[in-house]
Nanobody
């Protein structure tokens, strides 16, 4: 059973940076895709991920709103996926989740796929 644990959230000023981590245990992420999702205050969790990565190939995909500001990456040895978030804005304030897709499309990933396993989330708050 794959388990995911997010960390790295916190309070940061507008324009600042944070790096989120998604550490996996119970299985190797090779063969999976991993995506980051978020849930803004008072809203439901977004159904399409902000970004995803195919762990084996390293291929990535981004939502337009974060393209150029957020970077997803992985560390094979640590079985971990990261989300580097730069130029943060108050509207990025949310609970951030990572999730895994056990059947990614080829060597890519799909931000709108049905993700199987989820972490508990890590809070990101961006002050203006």
């Amino acid at each position: 059973q794959l388990q995911l644990v997010e960390s790295g959230g916190g309070l940061v000023q507008s324009g600042g940076s944070l790096r989120l981590s998604c550490a996996a245990s119970g299985a190797a992420l090779d063969g999976y895709a991993v995506a980051w999702f978020r849930q803004a205050p008072g809203k439901v969790r977004e159904g399409v991920g902000l970004s995803c990565i195919n762990f084996r190939s390293g291929n990535t995909n981004y939502e337009d709103s974060v393209k150029g500001r957020f970077t997803i990456s992985r560390d094979n040895a640590k079985n971990t996926v990261y989300l580097q978030m730069d130029s943060l804005k108050p509207e990025d304030t949310a609970l951030y989740y990572c999730a895994s897709d056990s059947l990614p499309p080829g060597d890519g990933c799909a931000r709108g796929a049905l993700y199987d396993d989820w972490g508990q989330g890590t809070q990101v708050t961006v002050s203006s």
